[in-house]
């Protein structure tokens, strides 16, 4: 196979070699919950993610069915479906990056936090093979309630004694893809150059946008940021509701969790400055767990970066969702401790 590796490099032009699948290194990507509305889409994106060689798909039930679909795609990975309990250790094995969809969805009129009685149980128990079969992968927790399934998931990896902050985090990258839509919908910018920061936590006022540092800049009125941010903070209501009974977002939050996982896996891979924002833990406020940017590395997180200036209406948010986001992280914490 040398042979033909050296083969296959004489026949490329030099300049593509930095980009060729053996420059690449071997990565194993997990989805738990991959038969679902996220799990699905989100699958085949991370089977078209050229990063990933390995990936390993599970769920209570139907992943054999999407595993077979999504193998047939002709891109580098291999795919590999798991079902049940028996099968969630070889699923998690040798793993570099989990991604957590599992779990029930919101119906029109239920908060995230009407999730919890459900999902804290799904969470505490596939965290408890994570830290068994793969502790030391990097955890994308997608699970909703975020602001209580991350500090779930931390108290279930401290009892293992495996725990590293650098490794976990709450995927809000959905609060950022709307966030984005949405400026440059109103600020009339090209979309693709648009980058806005969006911090706190993953449910209503606990969603900060910081639209004062969204760039391009645009001259945009306070009427229209205060719109803007009610717009993002209420984005995942806006498609509970457009629904009607069926779910949440889906094909929107597969493409933000296949964001997110790229750049874990480039930060993993040692690209340099990629950086997103994500609910880790954190100390740039009081709070022990707080979505912000931060830069990704070989070892997860490698620097959780600072608020920047805020304008007056972003302070006053900030002070605004502290209690809820607080009190959210507290019951996470006391359900991992008395479960
Ligand atoms: P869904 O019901 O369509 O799919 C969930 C999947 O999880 C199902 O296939 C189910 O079989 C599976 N599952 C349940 N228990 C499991 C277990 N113990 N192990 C493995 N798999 C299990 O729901 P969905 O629309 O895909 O949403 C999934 C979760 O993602 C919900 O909690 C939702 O609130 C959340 N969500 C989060 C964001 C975010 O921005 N972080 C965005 C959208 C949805
Ligand atoms: C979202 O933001 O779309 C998700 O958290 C799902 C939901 O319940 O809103």
Not at 59 to 66: K, L
Not at 117 to 125: E, F, H, L, P
Not at 244 to 256: D, F, H, P
Not at 292 to 319: A, F
């Amino acid at each position: 196979s040398s042979l033909l590796r050296s083969v296959k490099t004489l026949a490329r032009p030099t300049t593509a070699r930095a980009y060729s699948v053996d420059s690449v290194p071997s990565r194993k990507v997990t989805v738990l919950g991959a038969a679902g509305g996220i799990g699905q889409p989100l699958s085949l994106l991370m089977k078209l993610n050229p990063l990933v060689s390995q990936l390993a798909l599970y769920d209570i039930g139907g992943t054999p069915g999407v595993a077979a679909d999504v193998s047939h795609i002709n891109s580098r990975s291999e795919v590999a479906g798991y079902m049940g309990d028996d099968q969630l250790g070889l699923a998690l094995e040798g793993s570099d990056v989990v991604i957590i969809p599992a779990g029930v969805p919101r119906k029109p009129g239920m908060t995230r936090d009407d999730l919890f009685n459900i999902n804290a149980g799904i969470v505490k128990s596939l965290c408890t093979a994570i830290a068994k079969y793969c502790p030391h992968a990097i955890v994308n927790m997608i699970s909703n309630p975020v602001n209580s399934t991350v500090p779930i998931a931390a108290e279930v990896f401290k009892k293992a004694g495996i725990y590293d902050e650098k490794k976990l985090f709450g995927v809000t990258t959905l609060d950022v893809v709307r966030a984005k839509t949405f400026y440059a919908g109103k600020a009339n910018v090209n979309v693709a150059e648009v980058n806005v920061p969006v911090v706190g936590g993953h449910a209503g006022v606990t969603i900060l946008p910081l639209f004062s540092q969204a760039t391009p800049k645009a001259n945009l009125s306070q009427d229209d940021i205060q719109a803007l941010t009610k717009r993002t903070q209420d984005g995942g209501t806006e498609v509970v509701e457009a629904k009607a009974g069926k779910g949440s977002a889906t094909l929107s939050m597969a493409y933000a969790g296949a964001i997110f996982a790229d750049a874990c896996l480039k930060g993993l891979n040692g690209v340099p400055d990629v950086v997103e924002c994500s609910y880790v833990q954190s100390t740039i406020t009081e709070l022990p767990f707080f979505a912000s940017k931060v830069r990704l590395g070989k070892n997860g997180v490698e620097e959780v970066l600072g608020l920047g200036p805020l304008s007056d209406y972003e302070k006053g948010g900030l002070e605004k969702l502290k209690p809820e986001l607080k009190s959210s992280i507290e019951k996470g914490i006391e359900f991992a401790k008395k479960n």
